[in-house]
């Protein structure tokens, strides 16, 4: 990897760090911290401007998500659907519970996918969502940046 990245140019790596942020956010595997460790690691780059580009992949990616759980509520009987009833009447009650700013946690491993797509099938409405789920990854971005530079020694 390190020896992709010394030879990459600014632009290819910088898409590189967006689209493995925007992975990350679906179902799919990614490893987005990892990558922008790296890059900071390297140097070159400001980390500011990895943090927004990642944290902008990111959230797209759980938009994404919140969109594929918004157009498929509709199949939500079919046997396909990967979100059971059960799990769907767990989710809205926790949305009853605790509300929009749950949405914050949407940075975590696996349940924050999760979250993002309930939050879809909830009908949450998409302008509340960005903010939220943006906020929350925006934070996890820094504080993984700022680890890695030392400012933070956790």
Not at 9 to 29: D, E, I, K
Not at 48 to 71: D, E, H, M, P, Y
Not at 78 to 103: D, I, K, Y
Request: hydrophobic letters at 55%; aromatic letters at 10%; glycine letters at 12%.
């Amino acid at each position: 990897m390190s020896e992709l990245l010394q030879d990459a140019g600014p632009l290819f790596v910088q898409g590189a760090l967006f689209v493995s942020a925007f992975l990350s956010a679906t179902l799919l595997p990614g490893s987005s911290e990892a990558l922008l460790v790296a890059l900071i690691l390297r140097g070159g780059f400001d980390p500011i401007v990895l943090v927004l580009i990642a944290t902008v992949g990111n959230t797209l990616g759980s938009l994404f998500n919140w969109a594929c759980g918004r157009w498929l509520m509709h199949r939500s009987d079919a046997r396909w659907f990967p979100v059971s009833e059960r799990h769907l009447g767990r989710a809205r009650r926790w949305f009853q519970r605790f509300g929009l700013p749950s949405l914050l946690l949407a940075w975590v491993p696996v349940v924050g996918d999760a979250l993002t797509l309930v939050a879809g099938l909830l009908g949450v409405r998409w302008a509340p969502f960005v903010v939220l789920v943006g906020l929350g990854k925006l934070a996890r971005y820094g504080v993984v940046a700022a680890t890695t530079l030392g400012v933070l020694s956790l």
